[in-house]
């Protein structure tokens, strides 16, 4: 089975800084592209950035492009957001997804992790 899980949430104020992570275990052949969603209560869950395989493309949300960056480090199956400038409005659960294929035969599935909560508060 495949296991996707965040850490680097908390408590920050407006303008600081925070490092998401989130490290992919299990049976792994090929992990695809990954991302970061975020989820505000009351609000849909939306699409923060995404990597691609190699990292050679991302992609952002227009509200944090410019203080958002995301990487992605193969060797460890670990994907990381960097959170910069932080605002009020950035405050969500943030949950990482990852497309995995276990076997050769197949093209991958989506799998998330549980989420961590982000606050931006003063």
């Known amino acids: 089975q495949v296991q996707l899980v965040e850490s680097g949430g908390g408590l920050v104020q407006p303008g600081g800084s925070l490092r998401l992570s989130c490290v992919a275990s299990?049976?792994?052949?090929?992990?695809?592209?990954m991302s970061w969603y975020r989820q505000a209560p009351g609000k849909e869950r939306e699409l923060v950035a995404v990597?691609?395989?190699?990292?050679?493309?991302?992609n952002y949300v227009d509200s944090v492009k410019g203080r958002f960056t995301i990487s992605r480090d193969n060797a460890k199956n670990t994907v990381y957001l960097q959170m910069n400038s932080l605002k009020p409005e950035d405050t969500a659960v943030y949950y990482c997804?990852?497309?995995?294929?276990?076997?050769?035969?197949?093209?991958?599935?989506?799998?998330w992790g549980q989420g961590t909560q982000v606050t931006v508060s003063s």
């Open positions: 997804k990852a497309k995995i294929a276990q076997y050769a035969w197949e093209r991958g599935r989506d799998y």
């Open positions: 990597v691609t395989s190699a990292g050679e493309n991302t």
């Open positions: 299990g049976f792994i052949l090929t992990t695809y592209s």
